[in-house]
């Protein structure tokens, strides 16, 4: 068997980009000197990608072109933990206490079906994604974790949303082989997928409908009708943002989206008594309930793929890497692996990553377009954006084709946030929530009761 080189840790290999089959990782040219367009979108992640999709079936007259600075998909898009989720136990709350519990509900019913519509697009534009559906195991390992999974449990029930079934006591603990699990809910609104394979046969379709894609150019300026770039300038009706995590390095952006370093590992794969002995069958994801949770899924080469336990904000909104801090936050991931599944301490990590994601203040996702201007955006899904980014593009699209459907009346459409603080004030905020729930989730580790202040703090400052 070819096993690829260790990942050290100092080098960073993407699981998903290493596993690609080569014809889809054929680079497409630079923007060559100036053009034409009725729409033209900056970024060629999920969101980019999805927006030019649904533009291409809402009007297939539409000339559009996508630019992306680096690779199409090698961005947040390509780097995820490919957890495909419809579930979004952190934003309910927030959304039912700022829009009220009828455009929450809305919001949340859209989010389950995009796990349908996403399978039928795969299906019919034959993109092999590795999906696999198998739903979503969130684990409580200590009192008020279990507490957190009754409450969230219990807003579901209060806004009619079934479908998760809590398992409390020794049962739960029988549902999976981590350490110490006091009780589980269980929803199968979640499917697993290959990031990279999602996104590399997106770039293929959307170029099937005529759409152009040019990776290696950088927007330079973005304004009415104008987007330009490094390699030439774009003539264009409409002009859309598409950037994510890295919106803030574009002129006159820079607060507006909070860049949010994420980590994740993959080990070698793991024998089938090793999946049976951890309780991992299928493919359901598995996700703790601390503040600052880890997550894990089973590919389906049988890897054990982890992130999570914090996302890191570094100084001025930076999205470059930082090998000091990769390096802590893998070696807590390692500590994690160890801590939740005691026998898997040893085993080799092949693979470790990191990618930027993208939060704005008010901490939801939204979908915004000027039809003055002909500016738009969407984004912002706080780490959760891969069935996000599909209705949340198809939101924006039908915005920009003027078609009149029902994702253009969501609670996030036009809900823009306000900016994030400048300097130092961000910086001192973001590290001050993210020191509450790491001291939080410490407390309640050791004493098995709710951190004092911890939930009023972290919603408070958020
Ligand atoms: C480590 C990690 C794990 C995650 N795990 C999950 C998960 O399990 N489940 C889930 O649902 N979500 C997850 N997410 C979030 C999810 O991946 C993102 O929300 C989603 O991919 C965002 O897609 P996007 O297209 O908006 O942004 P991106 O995929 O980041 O794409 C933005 C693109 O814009 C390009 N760009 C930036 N600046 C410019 C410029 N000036 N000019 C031209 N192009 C530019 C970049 O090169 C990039 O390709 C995770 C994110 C990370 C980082």
Redesign the pocket.
């Known amino acids: 068997m070819n096993r690829p080189p260790v990942a050290t840790a100092d080098t960073e290999r993407v699981l998903w980009l290493d596993g690609l089959p080569p014809d889809q990782l054929a680079t497409r040219p630079p923007l060559d000197g100036d053009t034409t367009a009725d729409v033209a979108i900056?970024?060629?992640?999920?969101?980019?990608l999805w927006t030019a999709y649904y533009l291409s079936t809402f009007n297939p007259d539409l000339k559009v072109v996508v630019?992306?600075?680096?690779r199409?998909?090698?961005?947040?898009?390509g780097?995820?933990?490919?957890?495909?989720?419809a579930e979004m136990p952190a934003l309910l709350p927030g959304l039912v206490r700022r829009h009220g519990p009828m455009a929450a509900m809305r919001l949340y019913r859209a989010g389950q079906r995009t796990l349908d519509e996403l399978r039928r697009v795969l299906d019919a534009e034959r993109i092999d994604a590795h999906w696999r559906h198998d739903g979503s195991l969130y684990v409580a390992r200590s009192a008020p974790q279990v507490d957190r999974l009754r409450g969230w449990h219990e807003v579901r029930g209060k806004l009619g949303i079934g479908g998760l079934t809590l398992t409390v006591g020794a049962p739960a603990a029988e549902q999976i082989g981590l350490t110490g699990v006091r009780a589980t809910a269980y929803t199968p609104h979640c499917v697993t997928v290959h990031?990279a394979r999602l996104a590399r046969g997106l770039l293929a379709a959307v170029e099937r409908r005529g759409v152009l894609v040019a990776e290696g150019?950088?927007?330079t300026r973005i304004a009415p009708g104008l987007l330009v770039t490094d390699g030439g300038t774009v003539r264009a009706r409409s002009v859309l943002i598409?950037?994510?995590?890295?919106t803030g390095?574009?002129a006159g952006h820079g607060r507006r989206v909070l860049p949010l370093h994420?980590?994740?590992l993959a080990t070698e794969p793991l024998d089938a008594a090793t999946w049976q002995h951890i309780g991992l069958t299928d493919h359901r994801t598995v996700a703790e309930s601390r503040y600052q949770f880890g997550?894990l899924q089973r590919t389906l080469d049988d890897r054990l793929v982890l992130?999570g336990r914090g996302a890191y904000y570094r100084f001025g909104s930076a999205t470059d890497r930082a090998a000091a801090a990769g390096r802590r936050a893998h070696d807590l991931l390692r500590r994690t692996l160890a801590e939740l599944l005691p026998d898997l301490a040893d085993v080799p990590v092949t693979h470790r990553w990191?990618?930027?994601?993208g939060l704005h203040r008010h901490t939801e996702p939204e979908v915004v377009y000027d039809r003055e201007t002909g500016l738009g955006h969407a984004?912002g899904?706080g780490?959760?954006?891969?069935?996000?980014?599909n209705l949340a593009a198809r939101s924006l699209a039908a915005l920009v084709a003027g078609v009149s459907r029902p994702e253009t009346r969501l609670c996030w459409v036009d809900n823009a946030s306000r900016r994030w603080e400048p300097e130092p004030l961000r910086y001192i905020g973001v590290r001050t929530v993210t020191g509450v729930a790491t001291g939080a989730d410490r407390y309640e580790h050791r004493f098995d009761r709710t951190a004092p202040l911890a939930r009023l703090a972290l919603r408070a400052i958020v």
Not at 67 to 70: C, H, L, M, T, Y
Not at 72 to 77: D, E, K, L, V
Not at 242 to 246: C, F, H, I, L
Not at 354 to 357: A, C, D, F, L, R
């Open positions: 900056v970024g060629a992640g999920y969101t980019g630019i992306d600075a680096g199409a998909g090698f961005g947040a898009s780097r995820n933990g490919g957890w495909c989720t990031p150019t950088r927007a598409a950037t994510e995590g890295y390095r574009l994420s980590y994740v997550y992130g990191s990618g930027v994601y984004g899904y780490g959760e954006g891969i069935a996000l980014s």
